[in-house]
């Protein structure tokens, strides 16, 4: 069974950076694309970030291309988002999932796995 805990979130002003981590259980993490979603209040969940198995590719939604970056550390199953430059708007409940996929994937239907989620606030 596989796991996914999520931690870093938090409060911070607008313009400063948070970094998030997403432990996983379970074998063979680095065959597995990794990706972050985000809901706010209100609205439904939306892709963020997806990184590949290796690590090697990555990719990001318009919104937070620029001032995210999604990574990975195999030998500690972690895989991060590196949040900087944060605005109001990316107040949210921030998600890791595991990928049934190798390949880089926006759709929440190709993820199999979630974490429970951690909260980020962005004041003005």
């Known amino acids: 069974q596989v796991q996914l805990v999520e931690s870093g979130g938090g409060s911070v002003q607008a313009g400063g950076s948070l970094r998030l981590s997403c432990v996983a259980s379970g074998r063979a993490f680095n065959n597995y694309a990794m990706g972050w979603f985000r809901q706010a209040p209100g609205k439904g969940r939306e892709y963020v970030a997806v990184?590949?198995?290796?690590?090697?590719?990555?990719n990001y939604a318009g919104s937070v291309k620029g001032r995210f970056t999604i990574s990975r550390d195999n030998a500690k199953n972690t895989v991060y988002l590196q949040m900087n430059s944060l605005k109001p708007e990316d107040t949210a409940v921030y998600y890791c999932a595991r990928s049934k996929l190798l390949i880089l994937s926006p759709r929440e239907s190709d993820y199999n796995y979630w974490g429970q989620g951690t909260q980020v606030t962005v004041s003005s």
């Open positions: 990184v590949t198995g290796s690590g090697g590719s990555t």
